[in-house]
């Protein structure tokens, strides 16, 4: 049996700068990151106005952890809109085969979701966790809520789509 509920951990970071490699930012992230929840209007703005001027724009970093350790971290950073869908979609193929396997938008990531043994495990890189399915997928998801819900109230971009794929998804999730 996977293990007992445990809490996940997301934060959604931006790039306040163009970033070309990991020695741009990893020893001092705070000088070149802003968290869109802690930071909602600042990010927004930047958001905007690098949307402006280059189309699509959404470099960043995901972090999420389980458990209190690190599933995805700084040095998996990429396009944070493309990775959050591309993070539904897992969820949605998991729920669909038991089985689902997502790579990220620009790096060389991947990201698997399946059972083994009667237990559900995250594979993301070379970090493999045991997961409790029910509490990681619903927390996931809600995550994924909190960014694109993001994205609709401060910045100018439709998010609708993302929202509606992720509520159909827990209300899925509570038919259970």
């Known amino acids: 049996m996977s293990v007992h509920s ?3 951990s997301a934060r959604t970071l931006l790039f306040t700068e163009e970033i070309t490699g990991l020695e741009d930012f990893v ?5 070149v990151l802003v968290d869109i929840i802690e930071q909602p209007e600042e990010s927004a703005t930047l958001w905007r106005e690098r949307r402006l001027l280059i189309p699509g724009w959404s470099a960043g970093a995901v972090l999420i952890g389980y458990g209190g350790k690190p599933l995805i971290d700084l040095t998996m950073w990429d396009a944070v809109w493309p990775l959050w869908s591309h993070l539904v979609t897992v969820v949605e193929e998991y729920l669909d085969a038991g089985r689902s396997e997502i790579s990220f938008p620009t790096q060389p990531i991947d990201f698997l979701l399946y059972d083994r043994g009667g ?9 493999e966790m ?5 509490s990681f997928i619903d927390q996931l998801l809600l995550a994924a809520h ?8 401060f910045t100018d971009d439709d998010a609708a789509h993302e929202l509606e794929r992720v509520a159909e998804l827990l209300a899925a999730r509570r038919a259970e």
């Open 146 to 153: 909190q960014f694109f819900d993001w994205i609709e109230e």
């Open 27 to 31: 020893h001092h992230p705070d000088d």
């Open 119 to 127: 237990n559900t495990f995250a594979l993301v890189g070379d970090t």
């Open 130 to 134: 045991d997961v409790h399915r029910e």
């Open 6 to 8: 445990l809490e996940l």
